[in-house]
């Protein structure tokens, strides 16, 4: 499968432990977006990364959330200290470039964290 | 601020035709994608427009009015593997993709 790969796809924490969300881009993709869903509602930029460089970061919040997209291996989107209000889907994207033109965004199966 | 508005749902029946509005307000304007949704699965990609005019592509036919900050997804013959939410989004002039709140579609027998 060449698809966008995110894991785990189901995650259960209370209130106060880590959650740790990967993604592995599609092959021959150097751009991945993290989104955020909550039940009838939009995706939510969170995140836009290339390999170890944060390109935009302005939809994710100061406090507790942080991204990384490594050299080697997938992107991962970790959320400290998670409370109640952090249970969404979380979706990863990658395109292979930034400003292709017609923009196609690849998405993964999304990852649904429920916070206890 | 920027905004995308969309219905919140729309029910159709099976082998008619449905359209999906789509209305924004954006810093500028790169695009205007649709992509589908089913409950619980990724977003699909279904149609991109940068022109205006109207881009048809199978049974699904994506207009795009710049000048009007307005498109309409069109779908035709529905089936009822047509149920899902239909999101509409507009890359602005920083490239970032602006999503509306999606509009979900039921086809009823």
């Known amino acids: 499968n060449a698809g966008v790969m995110q894991n785990p796809r189901h995650l259960v924490r209370r209130r106060g432990q880590e959650a740790r969300l990967r993604c592995s881009p599609m092959k021959g993709h150097s751009h991945v977006y993290w989104y955020r869903q909550l039940p009838e509602e939009g995706l939510k930029f969170m995140v836009y990364l290339q390999k170890e460089n944060i390109i935009d970061e302005s939809g994710m919040p100061k406090e507790r959330f942080s991204a990384e997209f490594p050299k080697e291996g997938p992107s991962i989107l970790r959320i400290q200290q998670v409370v109640r209000g952090d249970s969404a889907a979380y979706f990863c994207?990658?395109?292979?470039?930034?400003?292709?033109?017609?923009?196609?965004?690849?998405f993964g199966e999304g990852s649904r964290l429920t916070v206890l | 601020g920027q905004n995308i508005d969309q219905p919140t749902e729309m029910t159709a029946t099976e082998g008619a035709i449905v359209q999906i509005n789509c209305t924004y307000q954006t810093s500028g304007f790169n695009g205007l994608f649709w992509y589908q949704q089913h409950a619980g699965e990724a977003p699909t990609f279904l149609s991109y427009n940068v022109l205006d005019g109207l881009e048809e592509k199978g049974r699904f036919s994506s207009f795009l009015s710049r000048s009007k900050g307005y498109s309409y997804l069109l779908l035709k013959e529905l089936q009822m593997k047509d149920s899902a939410s239909y999101l509409c989004a507009v890359r602005d002039s920083n490239y970032q993709l602006i999503w509306g709140a999606g509009t979900k579609l039921i086809i009823k027998p």
């Open positions: 994207a990658s395109s292979p470039s930034g400003q292709d033109p017609t923009g196609e965004l690849f």
